[in-house]
């Protein structure tokens, strides 16, 4: 139990164009989603928190007109990123934490998007 | 604070050898420690967690320890094998406004040699 997954798992893109990214939790309903991103050889930076039904709270320094975020419902969340350029090229990782106790505090990753702007 | 991570700390065993992982936090108010494990191209993976209150918790060949008094932790694996071979990253969660996001840390390599 208790998995998340993204899709796609890899995309390429144009610069300048939009790219969505699907996290969703398969096995359980998930209050809360978080966004992170990973350049090579560095860690997960935390880019926002998404709770179902509200607007998410991003982290100092993440543009949420760059990065936006959507929470419709208790098992997807999804961040697109608006305008790409090469240096949006990232691996992007989904998590959520679940809204059942018995699951308790523990947040749920995905597989991760890999995404590569030319 | 943000990681700078252009080259992480690396660690080489032998397999069979116990290994010992390390990481510091920041952040006093910190009660909740996870480390996780990370292959190539994929998410974290949940290894074992331990909350402020206590200072060490054993899983399946893998200890975790924690000294809140110098706000180090520590990951012992025993009996290391190939497999194990990953990026292994601890973060931190607090209470507060920061409640249940996680903090990570720079992370370490792992490799095993056979």
């Known amino acids: 139990g208790a998995v998340v997954s993204q899709h796609p798992s890899w995309v390429i893109c144009k610069s300048g164009t939009s790219v969505k990214i699907e996290c969703r939790s398969l096995?359980?309903?998930?209050?809360?989603m978080f966004w992170y991103r990973q350049f090579p050889k560095q860690s997960l930076m935390l880019m926002a928190t998404?709770?179902?039904?509200?607007?998410?709270?991003?982290e100092q320094g993440v543009e949420k007109d760059k990065f936006l975020i959507n929470h419709a419902s208790l098992t997807l969340s999804t961040l697109t990123v608006t305008s790409a350029h090469p240096e949006d090229s990232s691996f992007y990782i989904c998590s959520a934490r679940a809204a059942d106790w018995d699951l308790g505090n523990e947040q749920f990753f995905g597989p991760g998007t890999r995404l590569t702007v030319l | 604070g943000e990681s700078v991570g252009l080259h992480l700390p690396t660690l080489s065993v032998q397999e069979g050898d116990n290994s010992i992982i390390n990481c510091a936090y920041s952040n006093s108010a910190s009660d909740y420690f996870i480390w996780y494990k990370q292959e190539s191209g994929k998410g974290p993976q949940f290894i074992i967690d331990?909350?402020?209150?206590?200072d060490k918790r054993q899983g399946q060949r893998v200890t975790v320890l924690l000294n809140k008094t110098v706000k180090h932790l520590s990951l012992q694996i025993a009996a290391t094998q190939p497999g194990d071979s990953a990026v292994y990253f601890c973060a931190e969660s607090g209470g507060g406004t920061s409640y249940g996001k996680l903090t990570f840390g720079q992370g370490t390599i792992l490799t095993v040699h056979p």
């Open positions: 998404s709770n179902e039904g509200s607007k998410a709270t991003y």
């Open positions: 096995d359980f309903q998930a209050t809360t």
């Open positions: 331990i909350r402020s209150n206590m």
